[in-house]
């Protein structure tokens, strides 16, 4: 996976050059990368999330969301 300062960095050019009004973080159902339970991958989702709010000093909205096993978005986390 790639370092949080490489994710950061891109989406910083995302915010800089193409003035993009949100960040969303995003898992899936049956993940090869985080094979684990839908509860502890939309916790992960949740924490990176926080960090994000916490720590980017963006002043944009965050979104965590949840693609379930039938391909449906579910909100995990939201902050505007």
């Known amino acids: 996976m790639q370092n949080q300062q490489t994710i950061k ?3 910083l ?3 800089e050059k193409h003035q993009s009004k949100g960040i969303v973080v995003c898992g899936h159902y049956d993940c090869a990368k985080n094979p ?3 509860k502890e991958h939309a916790d992960h989702i949740k ?3 926080r960090h ?3 720590n980017w ?4 909205p965050v979104y965590g969301i949840w693609i ?3 391909w449906k978005a579910e909100l995990v986390f939201s902050q505007k």
């Open 9 to 11: 960095d891109k989406v």
């Open 13 to 15: 050019i995302s915010v």
């Open 36 to 38: 684990v339970s839908k």
């Open 47 to 49: 924490e990176f999330c």
């Open 52 to 54: 994000i709010c916490e």
């Open 57 to 60: 000093n963006l002043n944009l």
């Open 68 to 70: 379930n096993e039938n």
